[in-house]
C-alpha cells in the first residue's frame, strides 16, 4: 500500500540535459519529512512529445523508492524540453521532470544555487526550518541568469541540495523569475556532504559527465571552496569559473563582490552565443 501515514508525497525526478538517443529517466517517490520510500508501486510515466502526451509505461518503484525509465528510440527526434509526469497509481500523487534534448556542442551556463544564487547557505536552512520563508536571492542573481538565457545559452543549475528537496527548489527558481534551466540535485544525502568527498565529488564526476557528452560550459558560478574543487577539477578553466564570497578569487578564478550587478553588465555586452540548433 501507498505509505500516505508518514506524511504528503514528496516525490523528485531528476532534469536530464543529453542528445536525441539513449535517455533514461530517473525518479524517486517518498513522503513526509522524513522522506518515507514508496516501495513496489507503480508509477505512470508520460512525455510531452512535441504537444501531444504519450505513455512510456508503467514502472515499479525498487525497494530504495527508485524508477529509471528509458524513452524509446523516435521521440526525442529534435532538439528541445520535453516534460516528464509521474503518477503514483495508488494514490494519484505526481512530480515533473524536463528532459532538455540538445546536441553535443551546445552551450552552457552552469550555477551553483545556495550561497551563490542566494545570500548564504544560511537561507535554505531557514526556509527548511520556516517553511513560509523565502530564501533571498544576492543583487543581480536573476538577472545574470535571464543575462544568459538572453545571449542564448543554456543556464544548468547544478546545486548539492539533496533530492528531497527539489519541488522546493524549483518552486523557488520559479517564482523569483530565474531563468528557465536544467535543475540537478544529489541523488543521496551523503552527495551533499559539504566536503571534497561529498558535494564537490558530485559536482565534479556531473560536470565531467556533461563535458564527454560534448557540451560546452561557457561560465560556471559558485561561492565554496568545493564549487572551485569541482569546477577546476572536472577541467574548467579558472577564468570561466565567478566565485562569490569568502572564495572569491581563489586559485585563478574570477571574483564577484557583494552580488552580481557587475557581471550582469559584462554578460549583457557579450555578442550573441552560437548554438548548433533553433528553437
Known sequence: AVVVAAGGPNHAAQDQIEPTVGVTLPGK????????????????????????????????????????????????????VHEVRYQVLGDGSTTTSYVWALPRGTRLALTDIDGTMTQSDAELFQQIFDGSHVPVAYPGAVELTTAHAAKGHVVFYLTGRPYWLMQ??????????????????????????????????????????????????????????????????????????????????????????????ERVGEVTALPPVEQPFAW
Open 29 to 80: 517517490f517518498a513522503y513526509g519529512a522524513i522522506s518515507k520510500d514508496l516501495e513496489d508501486e507503480l508509477v505512470r510515466v508520460s512525455i510531452d512529445d512535441c504537444g501531444a502526451w504519450r505513455s512510456l509505461g508503467d514502472f515499479a518503484t525498487d525497494d530504495d523508492g527508485r524508477v529509471a525509465v528509458p524513452v524509446p528510440a523516435g521521440i526525442l527526434t529534435s532538439p528541445g
Open 168 to 261: 522546493k527548489s524549483r518552486d523557488w527558481l520559479s517564482d523569483l523569475a530565474f531563468s528557465r534551466g536544467t535543475l540537478h540535485v544529489t541523488d543521496s544525502n551523503s552527495e551533499a556532504l559539504p566536503s571534497e568527498s561529498g558535494v564537490g565529488a558530485f559536482k565534479r564526476d556531473y560536470i565531467a559527465g556533461l563535458l564527454a557528452r560534448g557540451y560546452v560550459i561557457d561560465a560556471a558560478y559558485g561561492n565554496a571552496s568545493t564549487d572551485i574543487y569541482a569546477y577546476l577539477g572536472a577541467g574548467l578553466p579558472a577564468d570561466a569559473i565567478w566565485i562569490i564570497g569568502k572564495y572569491a578569487g581563489q586559485q585563478g578564478t574570477r571574483a564577484a563582490i557583494d552580488g552580481w550587478t
